[in-house]
């Protein structure tokens, strides 16, 4: 207990220097001796009132049910505190899964990719840090698979690295119109 009523020892200290440049060292002597006694008697006071109040409880409780109705109370608290830390293992638990199942799953997209891009990511993993580099996509860019372009004419035409021209794109199937059946 820090203060009593807002009054802390640095308060209490300034008090009693106060109390002693007003009073004068003869009268602060005999207050002292007051302050004491008085605080005696309340000591005395509360722990009488306390013996009675026990009394008067024991003997109001003479069958047992208080008692019985307290230990319940406290098998209820105990019994509340351990559900408490249960519940809180379950949530660190489930977070510590889920956690896994990101990890699992990061793992299964590395298995998914081709084995050429997965190590161009794993090269650019270890050179760049943690977040993987975007590959650039063109035809002189092995490792890359590029689909045919609708529009040739915005294909790349930048040559290979080998210095050969570029691939030219494959042509896609022409559309065939197809009567409606009568029936």
């Given at each position: 207990m820090d203060s009593v009523f807002g009054v802390g020892l640095p308060e209490l200290v300034l008090l009693i220097v106060l109390a002693s440049m007003v009073m004068g060292p003869e009268r602060i002597v005999r207050y002292a001796r007051m302050l004491g006694a008085m605080t005696a008697r309340l000591q005395s006071v509360s722990r009488a009132?306390?013996?009675?109040?026990?009394?008067?409880?024991?003997?109001?409780?003479?069958?047992?049910?208080?008692?019985?109705?307290?230990?319940?109370?406290?098998?209820?608290?105990?019994?509340v505190a351990e559900l408490r830390a249960e519940v809180l293992t379950i949530a660190?638990?489930?977070?510590?899964?889920?956690?896994?199942?990101?990890?699992?799953?990061?793992?299964a997209q590395n298995a998914i990719m081709p084995p050429n891009l997965l190590?161009?990511?794993?090269?650019?993993?270890a050179t760049n840090g943690p977040t993987p580099a975007p590959v650039e996509m063109s035809a002189s860019n092995p490792a890359v698979h590029r689909p045919p372009s609708l529009?040739?004419?915005?294909?790349?035409?930048?040559?290979?690295?080998?210095?050969?021209?570029?691939?030219?794109?494959?042509?896609?199937?022409?559309?065939?119109?197809?009567?409606d059946d009568p029936d």
């Open positions: 009132f306390l013996r009675q109040l026990n009394a008067e409880l024991d003997s109001v409780d003479s069958s047992g049910e208080l008692r019985e109705t307290l230990d319940e109370l406290q098998l209820l608290r105990r019994q660190g638990g489930t977070a510590a899964e889920g956690k896994q199942v990101m990890r699992e799953l990061k793992q190590a161009a990511a794993r090269e650019t993993k529009f040739p004419e915005a294909t790349d035409s930048r040559p290979a690295a080998n210095g050969a021209p570029p691939a030219p794109a494959a042509a896609l199937p022409r559309r065939v119109d197809i009567s």
